[in-house]
């Protein structure tokens, strides 16, 4: 563990998509999941394919929460389905989009910090 204080910031999306969960105990697992990367942000994996500072986080074996490391102390969310990364890499719909979601996060928060 770094001395660097972490900042977790839950956007808007994630937070619709959070609660948008029909049980409250996958609310309560995501939730719990997120909440441990202020004491361990290495839970936040890099994806494989890219290199563009996102991440993901695994909440059970079919939802995974994406995000962001920007100056490596600001982690930015939005939820999705787990997606194989080497399956859909540049082929998917689905995959095209939650990339253009996560790039329009990036470049709203690159300019705050």
């Known amino acids: 563990m770094t001395?660097?204080?972490i900042k977790v910031i839950k956007t808007q999306t994630y937070?619709?998509?959070v609660y948008g969960l029909k049980s409250p105990a996958?609310?309560?697992e995501v939730e719990k999941r997120v909440n441990k990367l202020l004491d361990n942000p290495n839970i936040a994996k890099p994806m494989k394919y890219q290199h563009e500072g996102f991440c993901e986080i695994p909440?059970?074996?079919k939802m995974r929460?994406?995000?962001i490391k920007l100056d490596g102390t600001i982690i930015v969310f939005i939820m999705g389905l787990a997606m194989h990364h080497k399956k859909n890499y540049q082929k998917s719909k689905e995959?095209?989009?939650l990339?253009?979601?996560l790039k329009e996060i990036k470049e709203k928060?690159?300019?705050k910090l």
């Open 3 to 5: 001395d660097k204080k």
């Open 59 to 61: 909440v059970g074996k």
């Open 26 to 28: 996958s609310i309560v």
């Open 95 to 97: 995959y095209e989009k």
């Open 15 to 17: 937070l619709d998509s």
């Open 65 to 67: 929460v994406y995000c």
């Open 99 to 101: 990339f253009e979601k």
């Open 109 to 111: 928060f690159k300019n």
